[in-house]
């Protein structure tokens, strides 16, 4: 397995490569990159899975170096325009660029990136474009979703539908391109479900940590779920607790109360889920999801990168940054 981390090390610097080339393809007078830094790769996590998934099935490294650049260009993108719309100062350790040129720019750049994602997964084969319109289509649908349910309490149901939509579209065509790259179509079904279920599970986690996390190791800024009142897992599960429930839904009625929202008790609420132990029940809710991956990735045929993603997707329900 060390191999493997050494291979996937190398391919994951030849992705950061080629974003850089496609950026620096950008004129100046477009945007100027270098006057606006941003982090492009941050943990890299689409990209990784990208290529663990591609060595698993035996598909050609070069082609899913360029399928793993394109779904962190569109993932970012996607970012860019959470950032607008969430009006946040602090992504990847860095400004956003909402905070750095304001929302219009911002939104262009997540403009250019999508475009640019498109063109990139389109030198990997032809048909990939298309299937990476679908999946920001359902990006876009998954952030809808919960932009319409703000401020409103949703069924877990919903709420597994806006992750599955938001965070699993994108993981789940990682997947499946590199199953189109490695020419297995027998195995499509089993790489939908793992994308699906991965993505799903990161967003769990990355909805944890806006209650666990601390903003600085997070690269982003922490509770701002709560302030903008997104109703993911851990906060619902303590909705739906018959004790903890009454005070958490007067903690958020606190919350909402002024004209801008009270940060103590988005702190208490933050707390409440810690210390009930519900973020811990959302976390055990992702962690048991890529448990359940764990004999569809046996049937991939390459046993040694087998392990290799089974372990990196392990890391994922574990991580705490």
């Not at 939104?107 to 920001?136: C, F, K, N």
């Not at 601390?214 to 982003?220: F, M, N, V, Y």
Request: aromatic share 4%; glycine share 6%; charged share 25%.
């Amino acid at each position: 397995m060390t191999k493997t981390a050494g291979s996937i090390d190398n391919s994951l610097l030849s992705v950061k490569d080629l974003i850089s080339a496609e950026l620096a393809g950008i004129a100046r007078e477009v945007f100027d990159f270098d006057l606006h830094p941003f982090n492009f790769m941050g943990k890299a996590a689409r990209a990784r899975f990208t290529l663990l998934a591609a060595g698993a099935l035996k598909a050609d490294m070069p082609l899913a170096v360029r399928t793993a650049a394109a779904a962190e260009l569109a993932h970012t993108a996607s970012l860019m325009h959470d950032d607008c719309l969430d009006m946040a100062r602090y992504r990847r350790g860095l400004p956003t660029l909402y905070d750095q040129v304001g929302v219009n720019a911002a939104i262009l750049v997540g403009d250019l990136l999508i475009t640019l994602a498109l063109e990139t997964a389109g030198r990997a084969a032809p048909d990939l474009p298309q299937s990476l319109l679908g999946a920001v289509r359902r990006m876009t649908e998954g952030a809808l979703i919960e932009e319409n349910s703000k401020g409103r309490k949703i069924s877990p149901e919903l709420a597994q539908k806006i992750v599955s939509l938001k965070t699993g579209a994108l993981f789940r065509w990682c997947s499946l391109a590199a199953c189109r790259l490695a020419g297995r179509p027998e195995l499509l079904e089993d790489c939908a479900r793992i994308g699906e279920d991965a993505g799903c599970a990161f967003q769990i986690i990355d909805d944890v940590l806006d209650f666990e996390g601390d903003a600085e190791a997070c690269g982003k800024e922490t509770q701002q779920d709560i302030r903008e009142g997104k109703f993911t897992l851990p906060l619902i599960l303590a909705l739906n607790d018959a004790s903890a429930g009454p005070k958490a839904e007067k903690l958020l009625a606190a919350i909402k109360a002024g004209p801008e929202p009270d940060l103590s008790s988005a702190l208490e609420l933050a707390a409440l889920v810690r210390d009930g132990g519900f973020s811990a029940a959302a976390r055990k809710a992702a962690a048991d999801k890529i448990a359940a991956l764990s004999p569809v990735i046996d049937r991939f045929p390459a046993a040694e990168e087998a392990a290799a993603l089974k372990a990196f997707l392990a890391a994922l329900s574990e991580r705490t940054a």
